[in-house]
């Protein structure tokens, strides 16, 4: 049977090889439905003249066809082509969009053989488009499995066995499509090029370099996906190592990438870094990307709050920060209080907000970093109203830590719901009331303390930790239990012992973020640091003159 329409097809693809036009051959090789009125016909043709188990006969038609392109410019035999375009067509032929798990392993199978093609040295660049298109179907059908766990669950058991013969931990089918991906991501990252850089003369990627923050961000996101923030690390080293700088990439890879980047810092309580990273993130990202400039500054505004700047009211009337306000802004009245009740009920996971923080992903460390900057509003206040603010005599400013205890247990009582007074009467059964029952049977055996209040040893610990993060200027006397601040001659004591939180972190904070290769003074490049892979080719032995 004769077969016009794929005789036809695979001259075009051929004719489109010759010309190398790399986006033509990604719209050619088109997967996802609805396809065009010639790709039915191609696949009713496939289905008569080529069925299943007839690979070889197909492809002795396509390298009839291809015989020219089956070489690349260098001489070398491009088989790897060939191979995908036969199984291009098997896709078209078998595919059925309704079995979900079926078609997932068959784009997989796809998308490895297009890899293959990828990596040949002279042609692969055209197959790159195609590649990248390939990976985003893949991502997106994978998420969309993903949250169908009945349909998958045997796809998860075969890639932990497959994986490791002693593998603990399931291999999700997120965490499989990204390291398909991440194969493509290495093939663009270890693309050789003339300058040593990476980048040619009108300072754009060379090759297949292009596509580095395309599969990387494609990774980051199924990685995110299935929360394997350690693959995301390796490929961002790869990328602080091999990669030329961010800044020669399109600006919607660039804010893609930092955003991740920000997201993967902060997960990691690298919260200085993080801040940076999401704010050129926030700043390159278009004015009409509303949904992405609101993903963005929500993580923004967490890194901020918890290095203690909080967000301005000019700031959440923005479109993109539509009702933020109402989440962020009680965290932050109870910080600049000090009220630890307040901050322990809005971050309680019973709590509406809070639960809305957990899905953000940022719950936690609000939770672990922003108390200590509650307790330093605590002490603060605490001084303001009752510290010895010094004198004449020489003696030191100075606050009183059984003030400062008597404050945290009223409020620590509060958020537990305790009086501060015991009820009238004799007292008997105060401890059934507040502590809870206790059954008779094991009344010998529980020994019920009652509710863990803050103690002077964990205020001394407490006030210890924030002199060594700068928080707090002064020292403690444990002989008096006083918090003395120290250096208060020439300025107020409020102000020595209490420095401003953004302030000292940020002068304490590195400028560097690793993963972010960014342009440095005088050329393009990134510090050489131990473990780095250094291109010394073209270097001139010392003392040669100049060509």
Request: aromatic residues 8%; proline residues 5%; hydrophobic residues 40%.
């Amino acid at each position: 049977m004769p077969t016009p329409t794929l005789d036809q097809f695979i001259q075009e693809v051929s004719q489109i090889l010759r010309d190398k036009d790399s986006l033509k051959l990604r719209n050619y090789l088109i997967l996802e439905p609805p396809l065009p009125t010639l790709y039915t016909i191609l696949i009713s043709e496939l289905r008569q003249r080529y069925p299943a188990f007839t690979q070889d006969t197909l492809e002795s038609n396509c390298k009839r066809l291809l015989p020219e392109d089956n070489e690349g410019d260098d001489g070398g035999s491009w088989t790897a082509f060939l191979t995908f375009l036969v199984e291009y067509f098997a896709f078209l032929r078998d595919v059925n969009v309704e079995q979900l798990v079926e078609t997932y392993d068959m784009l997989r199978s796809l998308l490895n053989q297009s890899i293959l093609a990828l990596s040949d040295g002279s042609m692969g660049i055209v197959m790159l488009p195609t590649v990248i298109s390939y990976s985003r179907i893949l991502a997106k059908l994978a998420i969309g499995l993903d949250k169908r766990p009945e349909l998958i669950e045997h796809l998860t058991r075969r890639e932990s066995v497959a994986g490791s013969e002693d593998a603990t931990e399931r291999i999700t089918i997120v965490e499989s499509s990204a390291n398909v991906i991440r194969e493509a991501f290495k093939k663009c990252l270890s693309e050789r090029s003339i300058h040593s850089s990476g980048i040619d003369n009108d300072g754009k990627p060379e090759g297949r370099r292009i596509g580095i923050y395309l599969c990387a961000n494609l990774c980051f996101k199924l990685f995110f996906r299935c929360r394997k923030l350690r693959s995301a690390e390796q490929i961002l080293q790869n990328i602080y190592q091999s990669s030329p700088p961010l800044s020669c990439f399109p600006a919607s890879q660039r804010v893609t990438f930092l955003y991740y980047l920000g997201r993967f810092l902060f997960a990691n309580n690298h919260f200085s870094r993080a801040q940076s990273t999401l704010q050129a993130a926030y700043n390159q990202c278009h004015a009409k990307c509303i949904k992405q400039r609101r993903r963005i500054l929500i993580c923004l505004i967490a890194s901020n709050i918890i290095l203690g700047r909080f967000p301005s009211s000019k700031l959440l009337q923005r479109e993109e920060a539509n009702g933020l306000d109402n989440v962020f802004l009680p965290v932050c009245q109870a910080i600049r209080k000090g009220d630890l009740t307040t901050f322990k009920n809005l971050l309680d996971l019973e709590n509406e907000n809070a639960s809305w923080f957990l899905k953000q992903r940022i719950l936690l460390q609000l939770r672990n970093r922003c108390e200590t900057l509650v307790w330093r509003s605590l002490a603060r206040k605490t001084f303001i109203l009752a510290g010895f603010k010094g004198d004449r005599t020489k003696r030191a400013p100075s606050l009183e830590i059984s003030d400062l205890l008597a404050l945290a247990i009223h409020l620590e009582r509060r958020y537990l719901q305790l009086s501060d007074y015991p009820p009238d009467g004799d007292g008997e059964g105060e401890e059934e009331e507040e502590y809870g029952y206790i059954d008779p049977e094991f009344d010998d055996e529980v020994y019920d303390e009652g509710p863990a209040l803050p103690t002077v040893g964990e205020l001394e610990s407490i006030i210890s930790s924030m002199i060594f993060q700068d928080l707090l200027h002064g020292y403690i006397s444990h002989k008096y239990l006083r918090f003395i601040i120290t250096g208060a001659k020439s300025r107020s004591a409020l102000e020595i012992g209490f420095p401003n939180v953004w302030e000292t972190i940020q002068n304490k904070a590195e400028k560097e973020v690793p993963g972010w290769v960014q342009d440095e003074i005088g050329g393009v490049g990134r510090r050489v640091e131990q473990g780095m892979v250094v291109n010394l080719s073209g270097v001139r032995p010392v003392g040669a003159t100049p060509a």
